[in-house]
């Protein structure tokens, strides 16, 4: 019988480190040189620290040790933590939608609770969340609190009484929240 060729491996990479220019150069110089291909990121900077996490795939045989060797060089010259995990076929595959994509924004006073409160009623009626992004502003004044949500909401009853909750629980938490459709993905 012919030869399939090379299976498919799928990896995924976390790394953090002090902000400095070229992390994300050296990570993906690492995979490059290896002949894996980037498939999904997400990479940002909280506070001094830089974070990557990205799925990538191999048609080679790479192994889990000699991926973290290549890791390894870059680990001392950023000094940056790298983790690299194998994705099974079940932890690989997309999944499904559950819905309807919506982003839920909160703004207010920084006060503890805010992120837990808010999480904890999407997890109590089944919403999934897909990205959340927090940010808290530092000035002269009081603190102000940003929180971003992306979530799938199963059906459009759900969204109506999402949005009687939500509002109930900015009230107790002295926030202001919107819950709207999310722009179509472009890709």
């Known amino acids: 019988p012919a030869s399939r060729g090379p299976r498919l491996g799928r990896w995924i990479v976390t790394a953090l480190g002090k902000d400095r220019p070229g ?3 050296g990570v993906t110089q690492v995979l490059y040189r290896l002949g894996c291909n980037l498939e999904d990121s997400a990479m940002t900077r909280l506070e001094g620290e830089f974070s990557i996490m990205l799925i990538f795939s191999s048609h080679t045989s790479h192994t889990l040790a000699a991926l973290q060797h290549a890791f390894a060089t870059l680990e001392r010259t950023l000094k940056l933590v790298v983790h690299v995990k194998s994705l099974s076929a079940q932890e690989a595959t997309p999944p499904r939608k559950r819905g309807t994509a919506h982003q839920i924004s909160v703004y207010g006073a920084d006060r503890p609770g805010i992120v837990f409160r808010i999480t904890s009623l999407l997890a109590r009626t089944k919403i999934n969340i897909t990205n959340v992004h927090t940010h808290r502003s530092r000035g002269a004044g ?3 609190y940003l929180l971003l949500l992306e979530v799938e909401i ?7 009484s999402l949005e009687r909750q939500l509002k109930a629980t900015a009230r ?6 919107s819950l709207r459709p999310a722009e179509t993905e472009v890709l």
């Open 23 to 25: 992390i994300v150069a």
């Open 142 to 144: 009081p603190s102000l």
């Open 154 to 160: 199963p059906t459009p009853r759900a969204v109506t």
């Open 172 to 177: 107790h938490l002295g926030v202001t929240v």
